[in-house]
T-cell receptor, first 116, second 114 residues
Framework: DTGVSQDPRHKITKRGQNVTFRCDPI?????LYWYRQTLGQGPEFLTY????????KSRLLSDRFSAERPKGSFSTLEIQRTEQGDSAMYLC??????????????FGPGTRLTVL | DQQVKQNSPSLSVQEGRISILNCDYT??????FLWYKKYPAEGPTFLIS?????DKNEDGRFTVFLNKSAKHLSLHIVPSQPGDSAVYFC?????????????FGKGTLLTVNP
């Protein structure tokens, strides 16, 4: 399977703990995105990378959130001092990213976070 | 302020009939539109897209229509099949610069009855 993969698929943690999620994009894709989806809502943009550079961050991404893509391949999203409001599905997507045009984003299966 | 709106939370159709899902947007800078399908506990799956330079794009049973003056797009599925039952999301994006993020609607749950 050469699609976007995410690990873990499910994470249950206690309030105040740190969690880290991993995303492996489609191999030749230069752009990588993180979104968050809560019940009854569509996915909401968090941040995006062009290769290893983080080029845009949403105001939803508080200081407790940090994302990296150190070698321009896989990415990690860390949430420090988790709160119950962080409970959501965290989705990763990637796209080919050639040129200036918007291109189709392909999503992974998501990581379901539950903060107790 | 929701920039992409899907005003119908749910839609039910009979197998073999046409399903029409609607989406409205407010941001005139949007110039690329996509439809995704999502099953429970899975990520969104890309279905079809359309650029603002077109007013129609077709792929098999799926056709997307774009009316720029009305800031409205629709997804037609013909004929509808039970396997099409899922939540459908409309998404939009601007062009150039760093504005590659997708803005999604809240989704429409489509149920296709056998």
């Amino acid at each position: 399977d050469t699609g976007v993969s995410q690990d873990p698929r499910h994470k249950i943690t206690k309030r105040g703990q740190n969690v880290t999620f991993r995303c492996d994009p489609i191999s030749e894709h230069n752009r990588l995105y993180w979104y968050r989806q809560t019940l009854g809502q569509g996915p909401e943009f968090l941040t995006y990378f062009q290769n290893e550079a983080q080029l845009e961050k949403s105001r939803l991404l508080s200081d407790r959130f940090s994302a990296e893509r150190p070698k321009g391949s896989f990415s990690t999203l860390e949430i420090q001092r988790t709160e119950q409001g962080d409970s959501a599905m965290y989705l990763c997507a990637s796209s080919l990213g050639t040129g200036l045009q918007t291109d189709t984003q392909y999503f992974g299966p998501g990581t379901r976070l539950t903060v107790l | 302020d929701q920039q992409v709106k899907q005003n119908s939370p749910s839609l039910s159709v009979q197998e073999g009939r046409i399903s029409i899902l609607n989406c409205d947007y407010t941001n005139s800078m949007f110039d690329y539109f996509l439809w995704y399908k999502k099953y429970p506990a899975e990520g969104p799956t890309f279905l079809i897209s359309i650029s603002s330079i077109k007013d129609k794009n077709e792929d098999g049973r799926f056709t997307v229509f774009l009316n720029k003056s009305a800031k409205h797009l629709s997804l037609h599925i013909v004929p509808s099949q039970p396997g099409d039952s899922a939540v459908y999301f409309c998404a939009a994006s601007g062009s150039g610069g760093s504005n590659y993020k997708l803005t999604f609607g809240k989704g429409t749950l489509l149920t296709v009855n056998p």
